[in-house]
Protein backbone atom coordinates (compact mmCIF):
# COMPACT_ATOMS: atom_id res chain seq x y z
CA UNK A 1 0.00 0.00 0.00
CA UNK A 2 1.39 3.50 -0.64
CA UNK A 3 0.04 6.26 1.55
CA UNK A 4 -1.41 9.69 -0.01
CA UNK A 5 0.95 12.63 0.05
CA UNK A 6 -0.04 15.87 0.75
CA UNK A 7 2.00 17.78 -2.19
CA UNK A 8 4.13 20.98 -0.51
CA UNK A 9 6.29 23.20 -2.68
CA UNK A 10 8.82 24.78 -1.67
CA UNK A 11 10.28 28.16 -2.97
CA UNK A 12 13.00 30.48 -2.20
CA UNK A 13 10.72 31.89 0.56
CA UNK A 14 10.44 28.33 2.14
CA UNK A 15 13.86 27.51 2.46
CA UNK A 16 13.60 27.76 6.56
CA UNK A 17 10.86 25.14 6.48
CA UNK A 18 13.27 22.20 4.59
CA UNK A 19 14.57 20.40 7.91
CA UNK A 20 16.79 18.68 5.45
CA UNK A 21 18.60 22.36 4.74
CA UNK A 22 19.82 22.41 8.30
CA UNK A 23 22.64 19.64 7.16
CA UNK A 24 23.89 23.14 5.09
CA UNK A 25 25.97 25.56 6.65
CA UNK A 26 25.54 29.57 6.62
CA UNK A 27 27.63 29.62 3.36
CA UNK A 28 25.49 27.14 1.58
CA UNK A 29 22.45 28.64 2.89
CA UNK A 30 23.19 32.22 1.80
CA UNK A 31 23.76 30.78 -1.54
CA UNK A 32 21.12 28.98 -2.37
CA UNK A 33 19.31 32.59 -1.07
CA UNK A 34 21.22 34.65 -3.26
CA UNK A 35 21.30 32.15 -6.69
CA UNK A 36 17.11 32.01 -6.34
CA UNK A 37 17.11 35.89 -6.79
CA UNK A 38 17.91 35.10 -10.27
CA UNK A 39 17.28 31.55 -11.29
CA UNK A 40 13.82 29.87 -10.18
CA UNK A 41 13.93 27.47 -7.54
CA UNK A 42 11.15 25.00 -6.44
CA UNK A 43 11.21 21.42 -4.81
CA UNK A 44 8.83 19.46 -3.54
CA UNK A 45 8.31 16.81 -0.32
CA UNK A 46 8.64 14.22 -2.22
CA UNK A 47 11.59 14.90 -4.04
CA UNK A 48 13.33 16.23 -0.79
CA UNK A 49 12.19 13.18 1.66
CA UNK A 50 12.78 10.16 -0.97
CA UNK A 51 14.72 10.97 -4.00
CA UNK A 52 17.50 13.26 -2.21
CA UNK A 53 20.51 11.45 -0.21
CA UNK A 54 21.16 14.47 2.21
CA UNK A 55 24.08 12.28 3.24
CA UNK A 56 25.56 13.13 -0.14
CA UNK A 57 25.08 16.83 -0.86
CA UNK A 58 26.09 18.71 -2.13
CA UNK A 59 27.00 15.82 -5.42
CA UNK A 60 24.12 13.87 -4.87
CA UNK A 61 22.36 14.22 -8.42
CA UNK A 62 18.77 15.04 -6.87
CA UNK A 63 19.77 17.40 -5.36
CA UNK A 64 21.80 19.07 -8.27
CA UNK A 65 18.55 18.81 -9.58
CA UNK A 66 16.15 20.91 -8.07
CA UNK A 67 18.45 22.57 -5.53
CA UNK A 68 20.26 25.85 -7.15
CA UNK A 69 23.75 25.81 -6.49
CA UNK A 70 26.53 28.94 -6.23
CA UNK A 71 28.68 27.81 -9.48
CA UNK A 72 25.39 28.03 -11.40
CA UNK A 73 25.82 32.13 -11.96
CA UNK A 74 29.42 33.35 -12.95
CA UNK A 75 31.73 34.77 -10.11
CA UNK A 76 31.02 37.89 -11.02
CA UNK A 77 27.21 37.86 -11.16
CA UNK A 78 26.86 36.36 -7.62
CA UNK A 79 29.09 38.73 -6.12
CA UNK A 80 27.05 41.55 -7.70
CA UNK A 81 23.46 40.30 -6.84
CA UNK A 82 24.98 39.01 -3.09
CA UNK A 83 25.79 42.67 -2.64
CA UNK A 84 22.46 44.05 -3.59
CA UNK A 85 21.42 41.63 -1.02
CA UNK A 86 23.98 42.81 1.42
CA UNK A 87 24.13 46.03 0.49
CA UNK A 88 19.80 47.17 0.70
CA UNK A 89 17.93 44.33 1.46
CA UNK A 90 15.71 46.52 -0.79
CA UNK A 91 13.05 44.59 -3.09
CA UNK A 92 13.33 46.91 -5.69
CA UNK A 93 17.07 47.36 -6.08
CA UNK A 94 17.93 43.30 -5.20
CA UNK A 95 15.17 42.67 -8.33
CA UNK A 96 16.81 45.43 -11.11
CA UNK A 97 20.17 44.14 -10.29
CA UNK A 98 18.36 40.17 -11.18
CA UNK A 99 17.15 41.25 -13.99
CA UNK A 100 20.35 42.64 -15.39
CA UNK A 101 22.02 39.47 -15.07
CA UNK A 102 18.93 37.33 -16.25
CA UNK A 103 19.15 39.25 -19.52
CA UNK A 104 23.06 38.15 -19.72
CA UNK A 105 21.74 34.35 -19.68
CA UNK A 106 20.27 34.36 -22.98
CA UNK A 107 16.69 34.36 -21.45
CA UNK A 108 15.04 33.91 -25.15
CA UNK A 109 13.79 37.20 -25.49
CA UNK A 110 10.18 37.09 -26.09
CA UNK A 111 9.85 37.70 -29.83
CA UNK A 112 11.92 34.57 -29.86
CA UNK A 113 8.97 33.03 -28.84
CA UNK A 114 7.42 33.23 -31.60
CA UNK A 115 9.69 31.64 -34.28
CA UNK A 116 7.17 27.83 -34.45
CA UNK A 117 3.63 29.47 -34.62
CA UNK A 118 1.55 28.88 -37.04
CA UNK A 119 -0.67 31.86 -38.21
CA UNK A 120 -4.24 31.45 -39.22
CA UNK A 121 -6.45 34.35 -40.67
CA UNK A 122 -3.22 36.02 -40.84
CA UNK A 123 -2.98 35.87 -36.93
CA UNK A 124 -0.66 34.09 -34.75
CA UNK A 125 -2.47 31.04 -33.11
CA UNK A 126 -1.69 31.21 -29.56
CA UNK A 127 -0.24 28.04 -27.82
CA UNK A 128 0.55 26.11 -31.09
CA UNK A 129 4.13 25.44 -31.86
CA UNK A 130 4.39 23.79 -35.55
CA UNK A 131 7.81 22.61 -36.69
CA UNK A 132 7.49 19.14 -38.27
CA UNK A 133 4.96 18.32 -40.03
CA UNK A 134 3.17 15.83 -38.55
CA UNK A 135 3.57 17.14 -35.28
CA UNK A 136 1.95 20.05 -33.08
CA UNK A 137 2.75 20.92 -29.73
CA UNK A 138 -0.01 22.78 -27.63
CA UNK A 139 1.28 24.65 -24.29
CA UNK A 140 -1.63 24.78 -22.50
CA UNK A 141 -2.18 28.18 -20.67
CA UNK A 142 -2.74 26.52 -16.84
CA UNK A 143 0.17 23.37 -17.57
CA UNK A 144 2.74 26.21 -17.51
CA UNK A 145 4.55 25.03 -14.36
CA UNK A 146 6.18 21.93 -12.97
CA UNK A 147 6.15 20.13 -9.21
CA UNK A 148 9.65 20.97 -9.17
CA UNK A 149 11.90 23.14 -11.24
CA UNK A 150 14.70 21.81 -13.34
CA UNK A 151 18.24 23.41 -12.56
CA UNK A 152 19.01 23.36 -15.65
CA UNK A 153 15.84 24.12 -17.27
CA UNK A 154 16.10 26.25 -20.44
CA UNK A 155 12.28 27.66 -19.98
CA UNK A 156 13.90 28.85 -16.54
CA UNK A 157 12.96 33.04 -18.15
CA UNK A 158 9.34 32.26 -17.89
CA UNK A 159 9.42 30.73 -14.42
CA UNK A 160 10.68 33.90 -13.07
CA UNK A 161 7.87 35.90 -15.17
CA UNK A 162 10.18 37.00 -18.01
CA UNK A 163 8.97 35.24 -20.82
CA UNK A 164 5.06 35.79 -20.08
CA UNK A 165 2.43 33.22 -21.04
CA UNK A 166 2.45 34.49 -24.65
CA UNK A 167 3.18 31.50 -25.82
CA UNK A 168 0.70 29.84 -23.79
CA UNK A 169 -2.98 28.63 -25.23
CA UNK A 170 -5.80 31.52 -25.08
CA UNK A 171 -9.50 31.08 -23.56
CA UNK A 172 -10.48 30.82 -27.05
CA UNK A 173 -8.20 27.42 -27.48
CA UNK A 174 -7.78 28.52 -31.46
CA UNK A 175 -5.71 25.58 -31.58
CA UNK A 176 -8.24 23.47 -31.85
CA UNK A 177 -9.68 24.87 -35.22
CA UNK A 178 -5.97 25.26 -36.69
CA UNK A 179 -5.81 21.36 -36.13
CA UNK A 180 -9.06 20.95 -37.57
CA UNK A 181 -7.18 22.38 -40.76
CA UNK A 182 -4.53 20.83 -40.78
CA UNK A 183 -5.25 17.24 -41.74
CA UNK A 184 -1.49 16.15 -42.28
CA UNK A 185 -0.94 16.60 -38.13
CA UNK A 186 -0.90 13.14 -36.79
CA UNK A 187 0.45 13.94 -33.45
CA UNK A 188 -0.26 16.35 -30.62
CA UNK A 189 2.54 17.08 -28.32
CA UNK A 190 0.39 18.56 -25.19
CA UNK A 191 3.97 20.71 -23.12
CA UNK A 192 5.04 23.52 -20.84
CA UNK A 193 5.66 23.51 -18.38
CA UNK A 194 3.80 20.17 -17.51
CA UNK A 195 0.90 19.94 -18.47
CA UNK A 196 0.38 16.59 -15.69
CA UNK A 197 0.44 19.74 -13.54
CA UNK A 198 -3.25 20.62 -14.50
CA UNK A 199 -6.29 19.55 -12.56
CA UNK A 200 -8.53 16.68 -14.63
CA UNK A 201 -10.72 19.22 -15.91
CA UNK A 202 -8.71 21.23 -17.52
CA UNK A 203 -6.51 17.94 -18.67
CA UNK A 204 -10.39 17.04 -19.79
CA UNK A 205 -10.85 20.12 -21.66
CA UNK A 206 -7.66 19.76 -23.83
CA UNK A 207 -7.51 16.12 -24.55
CA UNK A 208 -11.40 14.93 -24.91
CA UNK A 209 -11.96 17.39 -27.54
CA UNK A 210 -9.72 15.84 -29.62
CA UNK A 211 -11.28 12.13 -29.75
CA UNK A 212 -14.39 14.12 -31.45
CA UNK A 213 -15.22 13.12 -35.45
CA UNK A 214 -13.03 15.40 -37.02
CA UNK A 215 -9.68 15.05 -35.32
CA UNK A 216 -9.98 11.74 -36.89
CA UNK A 217 -6.02 12.48 -38.43
CA UNK A 218 -4.96 13.24 -34.78
CA UNK A 219 -3.90 9.37 -34.16
CA UNK A 220 -1.16 10.23 -31.65
CA UNK A 221 -1.61 12.10 -28.71
CA UNK A 222 1.46 12.71 -26.09
CA UNK A 223 1.94 14.27 -23.39
CA UNK A 224 5.55 15.78 -22.17
CA UNK A 225 5.50 15.56 -18.31
CA UNK A 226 8.35 15.24 -15.74
CA UNK A 227 5.14 14.62 -13.26
CA UNK A 228 5.75 10.63 -13.06
CA UNK A 229 9.32 11.62 -11.84
CA UNK A 230 8.71 14.45 -9.32
CA UNK A 231 5.18 13.86 -8.53
CA UNK A 232 4.35 10.17 -9.47
CA UNK A 233 1.13 10.49 -6.52
CA UNK A 234 -0.80 11.98 -9.07
CA UNK A 235 -1.31 8.61 -11.04
CA UNK A 236 -1.55 6.93 -7.88
CA UNK A 237 -2.95 7.75 -4.73
CA UNK A 238 -4.06 11.86 -5.35
CA UNK A 239 -7.88 12.20 -5.17
CA UNK A 240 -8.02 12.56 -9.57
CA UNK A 241 -5.48 10.06 -9.70
CA UNK A 242 -7.85 7.50 -11.09
CA UNK A 243 -9.93 10.02 -13.04
CA UNK A 244 -7.05 10.88 -14.44
CA UNK A 245 -5.98 7.28 -16.04
CA UNK A 246 -9.91 6.55 -17.21
CA UNK A 247 -8.93 9.83 -19.15
CA UNK A 248 -6.38 7.50 -20.44
CA UNK A 249 -8.17 4.35 -20.89
CA UNK A 250 -10.69 6.73 -23.02
CA UNK A 251 -8.11 7.89 -25.48
CA UNK A 252 -7.31 4.54 -26.18
CA UNK A 253 -10.47 3.21 -26.38
CA UNK A 254 -11.08 5.93 -29.40
CA UNK A 255 -8.62 4.08 -31.33
CA UNK A 256 -5.61 6.52 -30.48
CA UNK A 257 -2.05 5.89 -29.31
CA UNK A 258 -1.67 7.57 -26.35
CA UNK A 259 2.31 8.18 -25.28
CA UNK A 260 3.44 9.44 -22.39
CA UNK A 261 6.80 11.42 -22.82
CA UNK A 262 8.24 10.86 -18.78
CA UNK A 263 11.83 13.18 -18.51
CA UNK A 264 13.87 11.16 -16.27
CA UNK A 265 17.41 12.25 -15.36
CA UNK A 266 18.82 9.90 -13.58
CA UNK A 267 17.54 6.31 -12.21
CA UNK A 268 17.39 7.78 -8.61
CA UNK A 269 14.14 8.91 -9.93
CA UNK A 270 13.09 5.03 -10.47
CA UNK A 271 13.74 3.72 -7.12
CA UNK A 272 11.01 4.23 -5.12
CA UNK A 273 7.53 2.23 -4.99
CA UNK A 274 5.45 4.80 -6.18
CA UNK A 275 7.45 5.62 -9.04
CA UNK A 276 7.09 2.00 -9.82
CA UNK A 277 3.54 1.85 -8.78
CA UNK A 278 2.70 4.95 -11.39
CA UNK A 279 4.59 3.93 -14.29
CA UNK A 280 2.39 0.34 -13.58
CA UNK A 281 -1.20 2.13 -13.57
CA UNK A 282 -0.20 4.36 -16.48
CA UNK A 283 0.25 1.34 -18.83
CA UNK A 284 -2.16 -0.35 -17.96
CA UNK A 285 -4.56 1.69 -19.39
CA UNK A 286 -2.98 0.90 -22.55
CA UNK A 287 -0.84 3.86 -22.91
CA UNK A 288 2.71 3.49 -23.52
CA UNK A 289 5.91 5.56 -21.48
CA UNK A 290 8.57 6.77 -23.75
CA UNK A 291 11.49 8.28 -21.51
CA UNK A 292 14.04 11.39 -22.94
CA UNK A 293 16.18 13.69 -20.31
CA UNK A 294 19.45 16.31 -21.42
CA UNK A 295 22.55 15.31 -20.69
CA UNK A 296 23.73 17.53 -17.91
CA UNK A 297 27.27 17.97 -15.67
CA UNK A 298 26.59 17.24 -12.25
CA UNK A 299 23.33 15.20 -13.09
CA UNK A 300 23.89 12.56 -15.44
CA UNK A 301 27.22 12.89 -17.41
CA UNK A 302 28.26 9.55 -16.70
CA UNK A 303 27.91 6.42 -19.01
CA UNK A 304 26.94 3.77 -16.13
CA UNK A 305 24.09 6.31 -15.25
CA UNK A 306 22.51 6.15 -18.55
CA UNK A 307 22.59 2.68 -19.04
CA UNK A 308 21.33 1.96 -15.91
CA UNK A 309 18.57 4.41 -16.62
CA UNK A 310 17.67 2.78 -19.79
CA UNK A 311 18.10 -0.54 -18.27
CA UNK A 312 15.71 0.24 -15.43
CA UNK A 313 13.20 1.45 -17.98
CA UNK A 314 13.20 -1.23 -20.47
CA UNK A 315 12.30 -3.63 -16.95
CA UNK A 316 9.70 -1.31 -15.76
CA UNK A 317 7.96 -1.44 -19.48
CA UNK A 318 9.30 1.99 -20.35
CA UNK A 319 10.96 2.99 -24.02
CA UNK A 320 14.06 5.03 -24.36
CA UNK A 321 13.08 7.85 -26.69
CA UNK A 322 15.71 10.50 -26.83
CA UNK A 323 18.86 11.63 -25.17
CA UNK A 324 19.15 15.84 -25.25
CA UNK A 325 22.37 17.89 -25.56
CA UNK A 326 22.00 20.44 -23.31
CA UNK A 327 21.00 24.05 -24.20
CA UNK A 328 22.86 27.03 -24.10
CA UNK A 329 20.52 28.88 -21.94
CA UNK A 330 20.36 30.08 -18.36
CA UNK A 331 23.53 28.30 -16.26
CA UNK A 332 24.64 26.68 -18.90
CA UNK A 333 28.21 27.07 -17.96
CA UNK A 334 27.64 24.58 -15.26
CA UNK A 335 25.74 22.17 -17.18
CA UNK A 336 26.75 21.96 -20.97
CA UNK A 337 29.12 18.94 -21.90
CA UNK A 338 31.68 18.91 -24.83
CA UNK A 339 29.87 17.26 -27.66
CA UNK A 340 32.87 15.34 -27.80
CA UNK A 341 32.48 14.02 -24.18
CA UNK A 342 28.46 13.83 -25.08
CA UNK A 343 29.01 11.78 -28.12
CA UNK A 344 31.38 9.33 -25.41
CA UNK A 345 28.98 9.11 -22.83
CA UNK A 346 26.22 8.24 -25.31
CA UNK A 347 28.30 5.17 -27.00
CA UNK A 348 29.46 3.98 -23.59
CA UNK A 349 26.01 3.36 -22.21
CA UNK A 350 24.33 2.29 -25.45
CA UNK A 351 27.30 -0.15 -26.01
CA UNK A 352 26.02 -1.59 -22.56
CA UNK A 353 22.43 -2.29 -22.69
CA UNK A 354 20.88 -4.78 -25.21
CA UNK A 355 18.51 -4.01 -28.23
CA UNK A 356 15.50 -3.54 -26.10
CA UNK A 357 16.82 -0.45 -24.73
CA UNK A 358 18.45 1.20 -28.02
CA UNK A 359 15.44 2.19 -28.84
CA UNK A 360 17.16 5.96 -27.34
CA UNK A 361 18.20 8.42 -30.23
CA UNK A 362 21.04 10.67 -29.46
CA UNK A 363 22.92 13.19 -28.61
CA UNK A 364 20.43 15.07 -30.40
CA UNK A 365 20.04 19.12 -30.54
CA UNK A 366 17.06 20.27 -30.78
CA UNK A 367 18.36 23.32 -33.08
CA UNK A 368 17.09 25.71 -35.30
CA UNK A 369 17.00 23.15 -38.67
CA UNK A 370 15.80 20.07 -36.62
CA UNK A 371 16.91 17.87 -34.01
CA UNK A 372 20.46 17.12 -35.30
CA UNK A 373 22.03 13.84 -34.34
CA UNK A 374 25.87 13.20 -33.64
CA UNK A 375 26.09 9.50 -35.32
CA UNK A 376 30.07 9.63 -35.09
CA UNK A 377 33.32 10.74 -34.58
CA UNK A 378 35.54 9.52 -38.04
CA UNK A 379 38.76 10.03 -40.29
CA UNK A 380 37.47 10.64 -43.89
CA UNK A 381 40.52 11.17 -45.71
CA UNK A 382 42.51 12.29 -43.64
CA UNK A 383 40.18 14.61 -41.99
CA UNK A 384 38.57 14.15 -38.72
CA UNK A 385 35.23 14.64 -38.27
CA UNK A 386 31.82 14.59 -36.72
CA UNK A 387 29.23 12.50 -38.21
CA UNK A 388 25.92 14.34 -37.78
CA UNK A 389 22.14 13.17 -39.38
CA UNK A 390 18.86 14.68 -38.69
CA UNK A 391 16.55 12.82 -36.99
CA UNK A 392 14.08 15.83 -37.27
CA UNK A 393 14.06 18.32 -39.86
CA UNK A 394 12.19 21.46 -41.25
CA UNK A 395 12.35 20.00 -44.35
CA UNK A 396 11.47 16.17 -43.69
CA UNK A 397 13.74 15.42 -46.83
CA UNK A 398 17.17 16.26 -44.70
CA UNK A 399 16.15 13.17 -42.22
CA UNK A 400 18.29 10.70 -42.35
CA UNK A 401 21.04 12.10 -44.92
CA UNK A 402 24.65 11.89 -43.30
CA UNK A 403 26.63 15.07 -43.46
CA UNK A 404 29.69 16.53 -42.03
CA UNK A 405 31.56 18.79 -39.87
CA UNK A 406 35.25 19.36 -38.41
CA UNK A 407 36.30 17.73 -35.34
CA UNK A 408 36.33 20.63 -32.67
CA UNK A 409 36.59 19.29 -29.00
CA UNK A 410 35.22 22.45 -27.28
CA UNK A 411 32.09 22.61 -29.64
CA UNK A 412 29.46 22.53 -27.37
CA UNK A 413 26.16 23.18 -29.99
CA UNK A 414 25.44 22.96 -33.44
CA UNK A 415 25.84 26.46 -34.26
CA UNK A 416 29.34 26.10 -32.83
CA UNK A 417 30.64 23.28 -35.70
CA UNK A 418 31.76 24.24 -39.08
CA UNK A 419 31.46 22.19 -42.22
CA UNK A 420 33.96 19.80 -42.60
CA UNK A 421 35.73 19.10 -46.09
CA UNK A 422 36.67 22.85 -46.19
CA UNK A 423 32.72 23.75 -47.62
CA UNK A 424 31.37 26.77 -46.75
CA UNK A 425 28.25 25.83 -45.15
CA UNK A 426 26.19 23.04 -44.49
CA UNK A 427 23.99 21.49 -47.35
CA UNK A 428 20.69 23.11 -45.54
CA UNK A 429 21.97 26.43 -44.99
CA UNK A 430 20.16 28.22 -48.03
CA UNK A 431 17.28 26.38 -47.85
CA UNK A 432 16.95 26.73 -44.16
CA UNK A 433 17.54 30.45 -44.27
CA UNK A 434 14.33 30.33 -47.30
CA UNK A 435 12.09 28.34 -44.88
CA UNK A 436 12.55 30.94 -41.84
CA UNK A 437 12.45 34.31 -44.40
CA UNK A 438 8.68 32.83 -45.75
CA UNK A 439 7.51 31.78 -42.28
CA UNK A 440 8.07 34.52 -40.19
CA UNK A 441 10.72 36.72 -42.18
CA UNK A 442 9.44 40.04 -40.84
CA UNK A 443 10.21 38.97 -37.13
CA UNK A 444 13.43 37.58 -37.19
CA UNK A 445 15.31 38.88 -40.78
CA UNK A 446 14.22 42.35 -40.30
CA UNK A 447 17.18 44.02 -38.79
CA UNK A 448 19.44 40.84 -41.14
CA UNK A 449 19.93 37.40 -40.23
CA UNK A 450 20.69 37.31 -36.74
CA UNK A 451 23.20 34.02 -34.78
CA UNK A 452 21.76 30.81 -35.25
CA UNK A 453 21.75 30.48 -31.68
CA UNK A 454 20.04 33.71 -30.91
CA UNK A 455 17.03 32.69 -32.50
CA UNK A 456 17.38 28.97 -30.98
CA UNK A 457 13.67 27.98 -30.82
CA UNK A 458 12.23 27.65 -27.64
CA UNK A 459 10.32 24.28 -27.37
CA UNK A 460 10.12 21.93 -24.59
CA UNK A 461 11.85 18.63 -24.86
CA UNK A 462 10.83 16.60 -22.75
C1 LIG B 1 11.10 16.86 -30.94
C2 LIG B 1 10.02 17.68 -31.48
C3 LIG B 1 8.86 17.10 -31.98
C4 LIG B 1 8.65 15.61 -31.99
O1 LIG B 1 9.52 14.96 -32.86
P1 LIG B 1 9.50 13.36 -32.94
O2 LIG B 1 10.71 13.00 -33.71
O3 LIG B 1 8.24 13.00 -33.63
O4 LIG B 1 9.54 12.87 -31.54
C5 LIG B 1 7.90 17.93 -32.50
N1 LIG B 1 8.05 19.27 -32.51
C6 LIG B 1 9.16 19.85 -32.04
C7 LIG B 1 9.27 21.33 -32.12
C8 LIG B 1 10.18 19.09 -31.50
O5 LIG B 1 11.26 19.70 -31.04
S1 LIG C 1 12.64 20.46 -17.56
FE1 LIG C 1 10.42 20.20 -17.54
S2 LIG C 1 9.90 19.66 -15.43
FE2 LIG C 1 11.94 20.51 -15.42
S3 LIG C 1 11.59 22.65 -14.96
FE3 LIG C 1 11.73 22.48 -17.17
S4 LIG C 1 9.64 22.29 -17.87
FE4 LIG C 1 9.64 21.86 -15.66
Known sequence: MITPRKMKFYSAK?????????????????????????????TNN??????????NIPDDPIYQLTFLQKDMLAEEQYNRIAEAIIRSGDKEDIKNVANEIRLEL??????????????????????????????????????????????????????VGMNDLKLATDESKRFQKYLLQHKEVTDVLLTGGDPMIMGLKNLKAYIEPLLQPGFDHIRTIRIGTKAVAYWPFKFVTDKEADGVLRLFEKVIKSGK???????YNHWKELTTEVSHEAIKRIRNTGAQIRTQSPLVKHINDDPNVWSKLWQMQVELGCIPYYFFVERNTGAKNYFMIPLVRAYEIFKEAYRNVSGLARTVRGPSMSALPGKVAIDGIAEIKGEKVFVLKFIQGRNPEWCKKPFF?????KARWLTDLKPAFGEEKFYYQDELNEIIRRSNGQLYFGTGVREEEEVADNVVEF
Open 46 to 55: YVVEELIDWN
Open 257 to 263: HLAIMGH
Open 106 to 159: NPHPSAQLTVNVPQMDDEPVPGVQHKYKETVLIFPSSGQTCHAYCTFCFRWAQF
Open 14 to 42: DIDKIPQLKKLDEEQLFALRVVSEVLPFR
Open 405 to 409: AKYDE
